[in-house]
């Protein structure tokens, strides 16, 4: 064919194929976003992906690409820790969700309530799993008062120390009641002592606190009583009778509710001097009585599943 015989293009028509082939490239070496429609339990229905084109098309996620740009956390994690029974309950109040439980940890010497706010799912038996990483804990923070009390005893004091003792603990203690008389009486075959009687025997301790003991005996109603070979003579002489049981009534927990405790009231003669000691009557039921009455006020107020026992480890 003779030159003049090919076909000249017009510039309309050249600028036209240079686009094609531009757009043809780019798609060849392109990204578009794609959806990929699930049916997978526990993942998104929906999920965006990436589109690559080129010699080697793959697809890729843009889950990292988007977390840079998020505005808040993906979901509600970390436990926060309260300090009293009422924070424990609005706290959990205001994030308690339709699957959200508490569980009691009623070990006395570690006792918890802690509420599990994204728990599993139970839905017509066919739930699905939570994450287990939104908590609220309670530990049961001790109260001073009962710190105090715990903290001395069984542990043996002078005359002078027990006496001074009492004095400065005297508001913890209560009266017994009606129901505790007959009961605590019976159970220790002694006499339990109100506040005032408390009173007076640390009075008269401190009376005799440098006096010899001469003897100490116990008397058919339970009461100790001992006698000091001195001169100097207290309101009551110098003999002096010990009840054997008192009442505390003090919060164990830090701004908590109070309890009842029975504690046992010990003293021994040892060269003359007498040797005084406290024993706390089954300070496991005390704290596991309060614990399960606080369990059972957090379940009513929130309205939550409870309990007893410890959540499952966060993954």
């Known amino acids: 064919m003779a030159k003049t015989d090919i076909p000249m293009l017009e510039p309309v028509a050249i600028a036209d194929s240079i686009e ?3 757009k043809l490239a780019r798609e060849a070496a392109g990204i578009d976003i794609v959806t990929l429609n699930l049916a997978v339990k526990g993942l998104p229905e929906r999920v965006p ?3 690559l084109h080129g010699e080697s098309p793959e697809f890729d996620s843009l889950k990292q690409l988007a977390e840079e740009w998020r505005l808040f956390p993906e979901r509600k994690t970390g436990t926060a820790i309260v300090d009293t029974l009422t924070s424990f309950i609005d706290l959990t109040s205001r994030h308690a969700t339709e699957d959200s439980v508490i569980f009691a940890g009623t070990d006395w010497k570690a006792p918890s309530l802690t509420a599990v706010i994204d728990y599993h799912c139970l839905n017509s038996g ?3 799993a939570g994450n287990l990483g939104h908590r609220i804990h309670y530990p049961f923070p001790l109260s001073e008062q009962w710190k105090i009390w715990v903290g001395m005893n069984g542990k043996p004091m002078d005359q002078g120390d027990f006496a001074a003792f009492i004095e400065d603990n005297i508001a913890d203690l209560s009266s017994p009641e009606a129901l505790e008389v007959t009961d605590y009486e019976a159970k220790f075959a002694t006499t ?3 506040p005032s009687a408390l009173v007076t025997l640390s009075r008269g301790l401190a009376v005799h606190v440098s006096s010899k003991a001469k003897s100490a005996v116990t008397l058919q109603s339970g009461e100790g009583e001992i006698v000091w070979d001195e001169v100097h003579q207290g309101a009551d ?3 002096l009778k ?3 049981l008192f009442m505390l009534q003090i919060p164990l927990f830090h701004m908590g509710e109070t309890q009842r405790v029975p504690v046992r009231l010990r003293y021994r003669m040892r060269d003359g001097a007498v040797v005084w000691f406290y024993q706390i009557w089954r300070p ?3 704290v596991t009585e309060r614990v399960t009455e606080d369990f059972e006020t957090a379940v009513e107020k929130t309205r939550l599943p409870g309990y007893i026992g410890k959540p499952e480890a966060t993954r």
């Open 192 to 194: 339990i002592a109100t």
């Open 284 to 286: 496991d039921v005390a």
């Open 242 to 244: 010990v009840p054997g």
């Open 237 to 239: 002489g110098n003999r």
């Open 126 to 128: 066919e739930g699905y």
């Open 20 to 22: 094609q082939i531009a």
């Open 49 to 51: 992906i990436a589109r």
